[in-house]
Nanobody
Framework: QVQLVESGGGLVQAGGSLRLSCAAS????????MAWYRQGPGKQRELVAR???????DYADSVKGRFTISRDNAKNTVDLQMNSLKPDDTGVYYC???????????????WGQGTQVTVSS
């Protein structure tokens, strides 16, 4: 299995910046995709940003131009740089990894425990 540990959450004023980090560890063969999701109070979990192992990215419309996802395939980490933060960005941010345990095995989603991001107005 894969363990994911997030860090970097906290309290920030609107317009400020935060950088989230996630490190993957455990037994796995490859991680084709790593992503960040978030869940605000009373809201459903939503995709924030995703990056494939080849560098392709996908962003939620609400964060385009403000957030940047990056990953280090050698270190099995993924970061989320968040700029121009808004109160609507408040929520618990979860790291997600689609990981395969062995060669030719299908990948499965793994989740971190989440890190709180609070943006004050």
């Amino acid at each position: 299995q894969v363990q994911l540990v997030e860090s970097g959450g906290g309290l920030v004023q609107a317009g400020g910046s935060l950088r989230l980090s996630c490190a993957a560890s455990g037994r796995f063969f490859s991680i084709p995709s790593m992503a960040w999701y978030r869940q605000g109070p009373g809201k459903q979990r939503e995709l924030v940003a995703r990056m494939g192992s080849g560098g392709t990215t996908d962003y939620a419309d609400s964060v385009k131009g403000r957030f940047t996802i990056s990953r280090d395939n050698a270190k099995n980490t993924v970061d989320l740089q968040m700029n121009s933060l808004k109160p609507d960005d408040t929520g618990v941010y979860y790291c997600n990894a689609e990981a395969s345990r062995e060669r030719y095995y299908p990948s499965y989603p793994y989740w971190g425990q989440g890190t709180q991001v609070t943006v004050s107005s």
